[in-house]
């Protein structure tokens, strides 16, 4: 069974202290890893698709990179507008099941002015 | 592009009761989800469709029954609400591709059954 794990399930940074957030995963095979952004009130929103380790992506002060266990989400001198819950997805390579989203509970960000 | 659009956003329902909600998609996706939101659980899938006239359970599919007349909307509908299923529910939609490819969501439906 595919599973997801997020660490740490709230982080308060203040503004401008860069972190990460990690995403620990148990796929049987992975066919792509996602990072979406959630505010409250609203649905998740797209920001990163990973495919293969050592594969990284950028957008602003996000980066994400991907292992064969897990993947950070790092967070470059952050701003309060960057507080929301970041979600953790994995989609897996089995034929059956190839399209579907197995979510980690999140990680709830909190940047402080 | 609206995207993808949910309605109602809010509800109360009435143990017993049924009601259904609506997603619609005007990005030509093939597949669509439904999820539910809980505290503490994270999304979960409840039903999903690869296609229009296609539809398959997910991880709580107890309780709901979906339909895809058309390739475009993807209906949930609760028979007989139970205040286990007061949640937030998420459809989603993505395009069939060769990689894997994101899923876009809606807004969410909040459901209260009391």
């Known amino acids: 069974e595919d599973q997801v794990t997020q660490s740490p399930e709230a982080l308060r940074l203040q503004e401008g202290e860069s972190s990460s957030l990690n995403c620990s995963y148990t796929?049987?095979?992975?066919?792509?890893l996602f990072w979406y952004r959630q505010d409250p009130g609203k649905g998740p929103e797209f920001l990163f698709t990973l495919y293969s380790a050592g594969e990284e992506k950028e957008k602003e002060r996000l980066k994400a990179t991907l292992t064969k266990k897990e993947s950070f989400l790092h967070i470059t001198a952050p701003k309060p507008e960057d507080s929301a819950t970041y979600l953790c997805a994995v989609q897996a390579l089995n034929r059956g099941s190839n399209y579907k989203l197995t979510f980690g509970k999140g990680t709830l960000l909190t940047v402080n002015p | 592009n609206a995207g993808v659009t949910q309605t109602p956003k809010f509800r109360v329902l009435k143990t017993g009761q049924s009601m259904t909600l609506l997603c619609a998609q005007d990005m030509n996706h093939e597949y669509m989800y439904w999820y539910r939101q809980d505290p503490g659980m994270g999304l979960r899938l409840i039903h999903y469709?690869?296609?229009?006239?296609?539809?398959a359970k997910g991880e709580v599919p107890d309780g709901y029954n979906v339909s895809r007349l058309k390739k475009q909307n993807f209906l949930l509908g609760l028979e007989s609400a139970a205040p286990s299923q007061t949640s937030v529910y998420f459809c989603?939609?993505?395009?069939?591709?060769?990689?894997?490819?994101?899923?876009?969501f809606g807004q969410g439906t909040r459901l209260t059954v009391v």
């Open positions: 989603a939609s993505s395009y069939r591709g060769a990689r894997s490819t994101e899923a876009f």
């Open positions: 796929v049987s095979g992975l066919r792509g």
């Open positions: 469709s690869v296609g229009e006239g296609t539809t």
